[in-house]
């Protein structure tokens, strides 16, 4: 299995719109790339997805064990002919100081993945050689394919840079470089970069990009070094479909549009195995819920910049409100609890939401809660019993105004500060919580909440016809 990494050495150094360039250029040689995103993103997946036309997947060395983490890429790279991960912040940037935990190197290590390390060169010349050597010898058990520079002035100022680099001994080949380019660039807002239904790639940009792969990178050369070992250690995957043949099927409504789009993909592929249909719909612009829903499945992203819509849109509230009522199990995660919400207040306006759990969110200016979660259930609910852990990650720009007396079932402990909470607000079918938990970090909650939406819907048709 062909794969390779590419990473920065910080967070803003071109390596989303590289990554972005590299795939359009395979893609566009024949061959199948499978995206992945190295930490807890949504943004950057969404953008792999559109280019590579392959939903593209979470690597995570805090949340998964290395045996997740394998067999979540050897399961997505199934007929694919290269993997392309995209590395988060800076290689060696982690959840801790003193260690490579949570890092890119840590999961291009755990893969066996070659690391393809981008470097903006913008301000510098022979000092880009210094970056370089400490980048490369930092750790002496990664691998590098080679060395990528961005924003580069033009051919003068490489060769500049590429004289530097050239005279370290035992240095990673110099694949090549981009020129500055502003209008490759994706804009950011509060939660990062802005997503891929608001920054499509069109076809002419994608062109433009994946001819600036060609042109100034050793595409030939990169291909040779991704890995091409198996992956280590890899059992199979365990509760395929056919463990699950035998039981009935249940439909599941996925929110998913311009305000909800925030989902581990891992996520959506365990429900499918545990015999779940999942069904797309959308907040803002269906009038409706689809027909005949066992559950319902609120990811994150922005409902405050929709809110006008989500709340002008009525029969979708009521919806809503009249499947939460009769004891239709939902889940919902960071926006998708914000839609739950009674009101999320933005720029001074109020906007009613459908009220099922009875908070009041207010978006705030700075980043509340960052970082990776633990979360210990300390009362059953829909994805488990009292007992049940689990960990995901929590970014969120708004706070809960009012309501936070709500019944509450998770125990939090954030892994970096070891902070610990109450969350996971709750009724008796509907859980929201502003931590997206990844279903692969406990392989019960998936089948905990299909089963649960099997048995809702079991006792609801024995239910006599009153």
């Known amino acids: 299995m062909k794969r390779f990494l590419i990473a920065g050495a910080a967070s803003g150094v071109g390596k989303t719109t590289i990554t972005i360039a590299i795939e359009a250029a395979f893609c566009r040689r024949g061959l199948v790339v499978q995206p992945f995103k190295c930490g807890p993103d949504y943004l950057d997946t969404a953008h792999h997805t559109r280019v590579c036309r392959r939903p593209c997947r979470n690597l995570d060395s805090v949340m998964l064990s290395p045996l997740e983490n394998a067999r979540s890429l050897r399961r997505a790279a199934q007929a694919a002919d290269l993997v392309i991960a995209e590395g988060m912040m800076g290689l060696f940037d982690g959840v801790s100081g003193a260690s490579e935990q949570g890092s890119s190197a840590q999961i291009a290590k755990m893969l066996g993945m070659p690391v393809v390390l981008v470097l903006d060169a913008s301000s510098c010349s022979r000092s880009i ?102 992956l280590q250690s890899c059992e199979a995957e365990p509760g395929s479909p056919l463990a699950y043949a035998d039981e009935s099927p249940v439909r599941i409504g996925i929110a998913r549009d311009a305000a909800f789009s925030f ?27 689809p027909a005949s829903l066992d559950a319902l499945y609120f990811g994150g992203g922005y409902p405050e910049l929709h809110g006008a819509a989500l709340t002008a849109n009525r029969g979708m509230i009521e919806d809503v409100q009249r499947f939460c009522n009769s004891g239709g199990p939902v889940y919902a995660e960071c926006g998708g609890m914000m839609y739950l919400a009674r009101e999320i207040l933005y720029d001074g306006t109020a906007h009613a939401m459908t009220g099922v759990l009875p908070l009041e969110i207010e978006m705030s200016p700075r980043l509340v809660k960052f970082g990776y979660v633990a979360a210990n259930f300390t009362s059953s609910c829909v994805l488990g019993p009292a007992g049940t852990e689990a960990i995901g990650h929590s970014f969120h720009y708004s706070r809960i105004r009012a309501g936070g007396d709500a019944q509450t079932v998770y125990a939090l402990r954030y892994v970096r500060s070891g902070k610990c909470e109450p969350e996971g607000y709750a009724t008796p079918n509907v859980l929201g919580s502003y931590v997206h938990l990844h279903f692969r970090s406990n392989r019960q909650l998936a089948p905990n909440f299909v089963a649960y939406a099997r048995r809702v819907r079991g006792e609801n048709d024995s239910a006599p016809i009153r």
């Open 263 to 289: 989902y581990y993909e891992d996520n959506l592929d365990l429900l499918r195995d545990c015999n779940a249909e999942l069904v797309e719909f959308s907040p803002i612009h269906d009038p409706h819920l």
């Open 129 to 230: 050689a210094a970056t370089v050597l400490g980048f490369t010898t930092f750790d002496k058990d990664l691998t590098f394919a080679g060395i990528i520079l961005n924003q580069v002035a033009g051919e003068a100022h490489f060769e500049m840079l590429a004289e530097a680099i050239r005279g370290i001994v035992g240095a990673p080949p110099l694949l090549g470089w981009f020129p500055r380019n502003q209008q490759w660039a994706i804009p950011e807002r509060h939660l990062g970069l802005h997503d891929a239904n608001e920054r499509a790639w069109n076809e002419q940009e994608l062109k433009s990009l994946a001819d600036a792969a060609e042109r100034h990178v050793n595409l030939d050369q990169l291909l040779q070094a991704a890995s091409v070992g198996e």
